[in-house]
């Protein structure tokens, strides 16, 4: 399904994705949990609520409305496996981000996005008991079934519609577009700035400059002042204005020239992935691929990730407190190595640094490279706080064991997922 074939979200999917949209601030600036995203969400804002507090740094996020139509949610791609199904789903909105350190304001910015949230449910009729999932309760490693039954835990009980959907990754995209109202305020400016330019020509014109006391001595300026300026101001300010716009857009467009070289990845990727199963889709490892990295930037110690078996990550990545991703993942290239399959690509991200009081934003390029085994389905639900170990069958958190705690035995991430081998800054 494309997203030239949208329909609006309704009913509870809708509910959870404004829910999370409003709730991503919360989390960030104070390391808040949000019951129905996926664990790794709320692991990797736990990251970056702690590199946030280490630095001593109070990052304030407002997700706001841009029009009228700001609480409505579009459904774009979906893909599903056996037991799950996703859909990206889009909202335009703004997002308003203000860092302070040390009580003083250092830096803000405004930006007009869009939200894209992929959320996952459960198959109509699908029945997914046996596999993991975290209590949203208390976070133990349970399954759905015993969930419904009973967190052993604390014991609370859960229906279905508590567990799934949930939403199971997000991204924040630059919009070139506009509302209505972001239109006509940008306008504005230019028709009075237009309306004061012809004012000041007619005056030249004149020789003189009239004021309103003094107007009504020249009758034959009158009326062309009071009304034929502010007539024709308006289609020359449209003309002004439409020609920044361009102009505009083909400088952003020469700042976003790499990015052009990453259109074919998708097609690509899908090509040769598909083949291995039907299961992979290029939103599918986005998702992952933005994840990862991220999770890998914020933690203090990435060789202690399950996920992560390269070196140590370059030090300026420390200063990292936000990242958005840039809209772009380029697929470089791909490799078989055995029942393994290595993509390197090219990811590009928004990066917010702070390097002690000096907070900055800088576009980024990072050069990333996965690994996984081909011989295996994709599980959409895999999330690697809920690993079940394929030797004795027990479920744990990998984010604190890379070994089964009740077998002993290590586990492999890329049996079930991508696993993150090179990240630097390309």
Known sequence: MGFFNVQEITGVNKTKLLNFRNSIGEAV????????????????????NERLAEKGIDLETKIYNRDEDGNKFMSGRKWKDSHYESTMCFSWCGIKRTVKKDGKWRYTDNKKTVIYETVTDVVSGAHPDDDAFNCPNCGTVSTVAGLQDGCAYCGTKFQMDDLFPKVSSYYFLDDVGMSKKEFLLGYLPFYFITAIALYVFACCLRGEVYLPHNLIHY????IGTLIGIPLGSIP????FYAYFLVIRMIVKAILSVGKMGTAGSRRAFESRMRKISPEFSYEYFTSKAISLIKTAIYSKNPQDLL??????????????????????LGCKKFKDEGNMVRVVTKAYFDVLYAKGNHIYSKSQVFAATF????DLPVNLNFSMTRIQCPTCGASFDATKN????????EYEITTDDWALVELKYN
Request: net charge positive; glycine share 12%; proline share 3%.
């Open 307 to 328: 996920f992560y078996t390269g070196g140590e990550l370059d030090p300026k990545m420390n200063d990292i407190i936000d990242l958005n991703y840039g809209g772009a």
């Open 236 to 239: 020359l300010g449209y003309v």
């Open 29 to 48: 600036r104070h390391g808040t949990e949000i019951s129905f995203a996926d664990r790794d969400i709320n692991y990797s804002l736990k990251l970056q």
């Open 371 to 374: 690994v996984r085994r081909t």
């Open 219 to 222: 009758k034959g300026y009158l």
């Open 402 to 409: 890379k070994n089964c705690p009740y077998c002993g035995n």
